[in-house]
């Protein structure tokens, strides 16, 4: 079935570049996302990917996929507290409008 | 332009009772997904209305119920309430033609007691 997997946690130091890493197991995928949850908020989306497509970047944000793989990644440059939340990676499935997402990735800041 | 909007935001109820949640989508988007969000099960489907109709749905009990408005504008309902089903319900809009880019609102809080 379809299923989208990420590591629960990511810590990192202010100013460096973070790494999220997803895996997803739906090859029919169209497009393939990146959202953020702050405390107590709903989902914002960050970025998305069509799956024709190798890498997009929208500012500090880097999005990369390897469709043979099945792996996508989000890296944000100098991160800075306010990127401090839970970043999920989702996929489109079996159909475009119906959302699978992951657990979620939560990225902490250190000084 | 608005963005996806949902009440209530929060929400108290007992076992056994019924609740009522609405949804505003984005002007001019026709598709509406629903999603339960918890710390267990993370963000499930639960399902999607287009046109009025549902479109697509995910995998819980028929106590999971929604319609869509002729404005687009989306109610779901759960009946029997367990304390299972406390949760955070987000809904999502999309153009629903083909460009699938939803839009989150902020989520109702339910608590079931």
């Known amino acids: 079935g379809e299923d989208v997997e990420q590591s629960l946690f990511l810590s990192v130091r202010e100013g460096d570049s973070s790494v999220i890493n997803c895996t997803y197991t739906d090859s029919s995928s169209t497009y393939l996302y990146w959202y953020k949850q702050e405390p107590g908020a709903g989902l914002q989306l960050l970025t998305y990917?069509?799956?024709?497509?190798d890498m997009k970047q929208d500012q500090r944000l880097t999005v990369l996929l390897n469709k043979k793989d099945k792996h996508l990644s989000l890296r944000i440059a100098d991160t800075q507290t306010g990127d401090s939340a839970i970043y999920f990676c989702?996929?489109?499935?079996?159909?475009?409008?119906?959302?699978?997402f992951g657990s979620g990735t939560r990225l902490s800041i250190r000084p | 332009k608005a963005g996806v909007t949902q009440t209530p935001r929060y929400l108290i109820k007992t076992r056994g009772q019924q609740v009522t949640l609405s949804c505003s989508p984005i002007?001019?988007?026709?598709?509406v997904s629903w999603y339960q969000q918890t710390p267990g099960q993370g963000l499930q489907f639960l399902f999607e209305?287009?046109?009025?109709?549902?479109?697509n749905k995910g995998n819980f009990p028929g106590r999971f119920s929604g319609r869509q408005f002729s404005n687009s504008r989306s109610e779901m309902n759960v009946s029997t309430l367990e304390l299972g089903d406390s949760a955070l319900y987000l809904c999502?809009?999309?153009?629903?033609?083909?460009?699938?880019?939803?839009?989150f609102g902020p989520g109702t809080r339910l608590l079931v007691l």
């Open positions: 989702a996929e489109s499935g079996s159909s475009a409008s119906k959302i699978i």
């Open positions: 999502a809009s999309s153009m629903g033609q083909g460009e699938e880019t939803q839009y």
């Open positions: 209305y287009f046109s009025e109709t549902q479109r």
């Open positions: 990917i069509f799956s024709n497509m």
């Open positions: 002007s001019g988007h026709r598709s």
